[in-house]
Nanobody
Framework: QVQLVESGGGWVQAGDSLRLSCAAS????????MGWFRQAPGKEREFVAYINWNGGNTYYTDSVKGRFTISRDNAKNTLSLQMIRVKPEDTAVYYC???????????????????WGQGTQVTVSS
């Protein structure tokens, strides 16, 4: 049974840092492109970042470039999202996701990710 379990969310103040983690079981993330998505209340789920299967290529949505860093540890089967200088507009439930394609370029489209975690809440106060 495939499971992706996010952790590390919480309540922080604007300008703080936060690190999200995603632990995978039942699959080897080394064979997947991994992504982070988020969904704010009343909004659609949106792409945040992806990292390709070997970590050689990363991509971010414009609003988080320079503030968020996606990384992976294939040996530990974990994905991370380091968030710095967080803003109130970063408030959302954050989801990790796995796309079994192993191309250089990943996808920003949620429907192309096969497996999803349950999400972790990040709340940023001003």
């Amino acid at each position: 049974q495939v499971q992706l379990v996010e952790s590390g969310g919480g309540w922080v103040q604007a300008g703080d840092s936060l690190r999200l983690s995603c632990a995978a079981s039942g699959l080897n993330i080394g064979s997947f492109t991994m992504g982070w998505f988020r969904q704010a209340p009343g909004k659609e789920r949106e792409f945040v970042a992806y990292i390709n299967w070997n970590g050689g290529n990363t991509y971010y949505t414009d609003s988080v470039k320079g503030r968020f860093t996606i990384s992976r540890d294939n040996a530990k089967n974990t994905l991370s999202l380091q968030m710095i200088r967080v803003k109130p507009e970063d408030t959302a439930v954050y989801y990790c996701a796995a796309d079994r394609r192993t191309s250089w370029l990943g996808s920003t489209r949620a429907y192309e990710y096969e497996y999803w975690g349950q999400g972790t809440q990040v709340t940023v106060s001003s």
